[in-house]
């Protein structure tokens, strides 16, 4: 028996608006049995669309989705994403230079064996991270891909989280290990001692490069060790970054240009996921950052009639005044941010939100 599956993405970007409809059909009976093909869509206005490319790929992905779209020098990639076993992983990347026809990049040719985590860029370049937080690669086009060389003394005891591409280069986000510390406050002063059963303290941390290939590791202000430390950076717009540790202390930090940090005053409101349980997710198309909030079903918050929308900041949000017509409690809508508004498809509806000025 076969079964379909079908989901839909939107994106924005400096041209317009791109959208992706996935489709599988996998076998009930053969594990790993199953054939994705992906529809791409385009329009420069969010309101006038047309077919782009038709790509039939992964012959052996059941589960495949499109994580995020990203704008870099010589246009857009389009990251897919599967994953088991309640992990995730970058399944395969499409590149294109006019939002229009699409290619896919050779992922044995560029990681080898690696599994790749998050891709993330801006009008630099890109940005790829691997699982085990010890490889990491940079790209000027999303086809041709580059290792990070971290066995340099900036990245000593470093575990390597996430990264991304903006106006200023590139940045990768981890932790280092606190020599000497452990998770439970035992500070290991004899060496000769047998080693604590506890793991060592980390420090989130962050580096900066102007090409890719020298990295200065930068200072963040007010950093607490913790264990464990999971860090995230996320291009406010192509000129301002976000930095976010969501495991261990909950701080935060904003950058406009990589290298000096400053803490960020509203860390949890940034969640590019499309929903992150309180109703709430965040788009940026590299020239403005979009916030919204009420995106829950109607039992979960009854209380949110219409859709909240805000602009975020380097000094946080600020609430954008809506009219007209708008969905309400649309709970797993496709959203997207570019040139001439905010577009959501929900339920075989569409609205475009368009701005006063």
């Not at 916030?291 to 859709?307: F, R, T, V, Y």
């Amino acid at each position: 028996m076969w079964t379909d599956y079908t989901s839909f993405k939107v994106a924005g970007w400096s041209r317009g608006f791109v959208g992706f409809s996935l489709h599988t059909t996998s076998s009930t009976s053969a594990y790993g049995a199953a054939n994705t093909t992906t529809t791409t869509t385009y329009a420069s206005d969010g309101v006038h669309w047309h077919l782009g490319s038709v790509l039939q790929q992964h012959p052996s992905i059941d589960d495949m989705d499109l994580r995020g779209v990203f704008e870099g020098p010589a246009g857009l990639l389009a990251v897919e994403e599967s994953g088991a076993c309640g992990d995730i992983w970058v399944e395969g990347l499409l590149t294109s230079v006019d939002g229009v026809t699409w290619q896919a990049v050779d992922m044995k040719k560029e990681f080898g064996k690696a599994v790749v985590w998050n891709v993330s860029g801006g009008s630099t370049g890109f940005v790829a991270t691997d699982t085990t937080g010890q490889a990491a690669w940079t790209s000027r086009d999303g086809r041709n891909w580059q290792p990070v060389k971290l066995n340099t003394p900036a990245f000593a005891t470093s575990r390597i989280d996430d990264g991304t591409a903006f106006s200023a280069g590139y940045v990768l986000v981890g932790s280092t290990e606190l020599v000497g510390a452990r998770s439970c406050g035992v500070t290991i002063a004899d060496p000769s001692a047998p080693p604590s059963p506890t793991p060592p303290l980390r420090v989130p941390a962050v580096w900066w490069s102007a090409d890719g290939a020298n990295w200065v590791k930068a200072d963040l202000p007010g950093a607490k060790a913790a264990y464990p430390v999971q860090m995230w950076v996320w291009r406010l717009d192509d000129h301002t970054l976000a930095a976010l540790e969501d495991y261990g202390t909950g701080d935060g930090w904003v950058s406009t240009d990589g290298v000096t940090w400053k803490p960020f005053t509203q860390p949890m409101a940034i969640n590019p996921s499309p929903d992150d349980g309180l109703g709430r997710s965040f788009r940026t198309d590299g020239r403005h950052s979009i916030q919204i909030e009420g995106l829950n079903q109607p039992e979960q918050n009854p209380d949110a009639g219409s859709l909240s929308i805000s602009m975020l900041t380097d000094g946080g949000s600020v609430a954008l005044t809506q009219s007209g017509d708008q969905p309400t409690h649309a709970y797993g809508a496709e959203w997207a941010v570019g040139p001439t508004g905010v577009v959501i498809a929900y339920a075989d509806q569409f609205w475009i939100g368009l701005p006063s000025d």
